[in-house]
């Protein structure tokens, strides 16, 4: 059984605004700067022996993907939590105004 279209069109529009928030982070904007200075550093010169220059612009690159893909993952992980317990909570018909399940204010009022 396949997600109806809702669900995977709510799903892709979650990870595209969790995607575009991350992009824009300023927390990420000293290594995007430092990994456009290695990067640019790197074809200054077409000297085959600026090879530290390349491998200090890996450095960045790898590191600036490294959080970004940790951040997605962190936000996927929130967001799978709250929607398993939303469904769960949902499932059980728990009332959120009074804080018992639908099944206890049967048992209640037997």
Not at 13 to 27: F, K, L, N, T
């Amino acid at each position: 059984m396949g997600f109806p279209p809702w669900f995977r069109q709510a799903i892709q529009g979650r990870m595209d605004e969790v995607s575009a928030r991350i992009q824009h982070d300023p927390e990420l904007s000293f290594i995007r700067e430092q990994a456009d200075k290695a990067f640019e550093a790197l074809f200054a010169g077409k000297d085959i022996g600026r090879m530290p220059e390349f491998s200090e612009w890996e450095d960045w690159h790898h590191h600036k993907y490294g959080i970004i893909n940790e951040r997605l993952y962190l936000q996927g992980l929130k967001d799978g939590i709250q929607l398993a317990a939303t469904l769960l909570c949902h499932s059980i018909g728990f009332d959120e105004g009074e804080g018992r399940s639908h099944s206890e204010e049967r048992k209640n009022s037997e």
